[in-house]
């Protein structure tokens, strides 16, 4: 799943060759023994003289921070690997001047410390800065200026305060940082809190943990997750090489503790902003058991702006999943506006034009086909079911040039390209 058979180990794990399976199983181990230093990186991976002071100097900006688990999964000699691409740090984060520390306007709709209100029904709260992966396109670069924290019981005791005073709330996110990497008792208390108030319907946790810390999803931390469900894990899978036997099981033990998963990827320069890749990543998840649900467009954040693309590159994605996917996999593509203005779907243009009886359709095909919303059956002369003009004896015809307009007035019902493989299927199995 993660490009590497079963026998093949992934390249960077011969670094840790001497450590036994039972500690790389143990997260804790994992985290005691993080990538933090740039002279811990020089001994793992090639750069050249040109890069090592720029690199140190975006260390101390944005600090690094990599389990040796998900360090495993980079190729140490492609400096494009997906991997390394999302975890270790480059100089462009810093040497890009672009973009705003809070772009979303996270704050500005924040009445209590920590808590964001944005829409009418729910709420986010972030309750740590702490991350054993700092991704360098999180949103919340911000935060890590302010250092590794926990929030203080008083603030948590805030937010509880506030969603248990306004009724309307139905639907808390735990975000941060990762609230699965907080310490167990923590994250026990802010869930039995918030299973308490009696309007709360939906218990959200925002973690990339499933991805890059997966053995911390153990049987301690399940039971506490299915002791206070029903609640939805929203992780964060970028690439089908994060797809690993590690990342499964994860999945499988909050699937069992009767977790549902979805997956938020964000579109990212030279990780995914292919169709290929985004088409990989899809289908292994649903292999995982993962049902795909957003792809975001990377916001506009300082030290992110190396991996923006254009709007039309994942119109362009959304574009060849339709129809080329099963609809299972196929996730929303959304922009988070910029000043607080929420998510707002895209996709590709599928009504061409419209009349008051009739509407112009186009399939993922490029078939153009008219459609009655309403129902009502087209009769030809002799008062039976007009058929696709199109369509004659198990064969597509090319159909009369009428345009899209002429489509709404004409008899034609559809209008096919030339060449339509669906149509060249059809004529193959005659």
């Not at 975001?296 to 693309?309: E, I, Q, S, Y």
């Not at 459609?371 to 009769?379: A, F, I, L, S």
Request: hydrophobic share 35%; net charge neutral; with cysteine.
């Amino acid at each position: 799943m993660n490009g590497f058979s079963d026998s093949e180990e992934p390249p960077s794990r011969r670094f840790w060759r001497d450590v036994s399976e039972e500690e790389w199983r143990d997260w804790k181990w994992q985290l005691r023994n993080r990538i933090r230093t740039f002279d811990q990186l020089e001994r793992l991976l090639p750069f050249t003289e040109g890069e090592k002071e720029r690199i140190k100097r975006t260390i101390a900006t944005y600090h690094v921070s990599i389990p040796p688990y998900y360090f495993s999964l980079i190729n140490p000699d492609d400096p494009n690997d997906p991997v390394r691409q999302q975890a270790v740090p480059v100089p462009e984060e810093i040497e890009i001047k672009s973009g705003e520390d809070d772009p979303l306007d996270e704050r500005d709709d924040s009445p209590v410390e920590g808590l964001t209100h944005r829409y009418p029904d729910r709420v986010l709260i972030y309750i740590a800065s702490f991350c054993p992966v700092y991704c360098r396109h999180c949103t919340r670069k911000r935060e890590w200026l302010e250092g590794e924290y926990q929030r203080p019981k008083e603030e948590i005791d805030r937010m509880i305060a506030y969603i248990r005073e306004h009724e309307e709330i139905r639907d808390v996110i735990i975000s941060g940082g990762d609230p699965l990497a907080a310490p167990l008792h923590r994250v026990e208390y802010i869930l039995q809190n918030l299973r308490a108030i009696p309007h709360l319907d939906i218990i959200r946790i925002g973690s990339r943990v499933p991805v890059f810390l997966p053995m911390r999803i153990n049987d301690e931390l399940t039971s506490v997750l299915e002791k206070y469900g029903p609640i939805w894990i929203n992780t964060h899978f970028n690439h089908p090489n994060e797809i690993t036997p590690y990342s499964e099981e994860a999945v499988l033990r909050l699937l069992k503790a009767g977790c549902p998963v979805n997956n938020q990827a964000v579109l990212l320069k030279g990780v995914n902003d292919d169709l290929e890749t985004m088409k990989r990543l899809l289908r292994g998840l649903l292999k995982i058991r993962v049902r795909p649900y957003y792809i975001f467009h990377c916001d506009p954040v300082n030290g992110a702006a190396h991996f923006r693309t254009s709007v039309w590159k994942g119109i362009e994605i959304m574009e060849g999943l339709r129809g080329h996917i099963s609809g299972l996999a196929i996730p929303t593509y959304v922009v988070d506006a910029p000043g607080g203005g929420g998510k707002i779907p895209l996709m590709p243009n599928y009504l061409l034009s419209a009349s008051e009886d009739a509407v112009v359709l186009r399939n993922y095909e490029g078939v153009i086909v008219k459609y009655d919303p309403d129902g009502r059956v087209e009769r030809n002369k002799n008062g039976n079911h007009r058929k696709n003009n199109n369509y004659r004896n198990g064969r597509y015809r090319e159909a009369v040039p009428v345009g899209i307009s002429g489509l709404l007035e004409s008899d034609e019902t559809s209008l096919i390209p030339r060449d339509l493989p669906r149509a060249q299927r059809r004529r193959t199995a005659l």
